[in-house]
């Protein structure tokens, strides 16, 4: 995604992408390509093909590639895994995050529909070393 004042453009849907490590990323009919910031929103059971993405991650993780996980749920019973993530975070010094799409009692975190201000907080920095995967949904970003 690169922003331009309150604009963005995205490139998009991928079906397939290729991790080679060390933040090199091949998108299907795209070459090749090197990223320092590797953003990942993944919706609710999406959290699979993050947690595959961010495993192939782990072997060759250098510190070079920052990572971002933002993983929004319907209610928080769809956290299932989220003690894991919370140590993988630990692991990887993964910025990680949880939201809701929509507010709960006794809920503290961040909630509501994914806006541009919660990729701003919750993602790296738009441009052309930031790679932002989006998984699952069927909604809009």
Do not use: C
Request: charged share 20%; glycine share 14%.
């Amino acid at each position: 995604m690169i922003e331009e004042g309150d604009k963005a453009s995205m490139m998009g849907p991928k079906a397939q992408f290729l991790y080679h490590g060390y933040g090199k990323m091949e998108w299907e009919g795209s070459p090749l390509k090197q990223y320092k910031q590797i953003g990942i929103v993944a919706y609710e059971s999406a959290i699979t093909g993050a947690y595959t993405l961010i495993d192939s991650i782990m072997p060759n993780y250098d510190n070079r590639t920052g990572v971002s996980l933002l993983w929004v749920g319907g209610q928080p019973e769809d956290f299932i895994f989220l003690e894991e993530f919370s140590m993988l975070a630990e692991q990887l010094r993964l910025n990680f995050n949880v939201m809701l799409g929509e507010g709960r009692e006794g809920w503290i975190g961040p909630y509501g529909r994914l806006s541009a201000a919660h990729l701003r907080s919750f993602m790296p920095a738009a441009g052309e070393e930031t790679a932002l995967v989006v998984l699952g949904g069927g909604r809009e970003v």
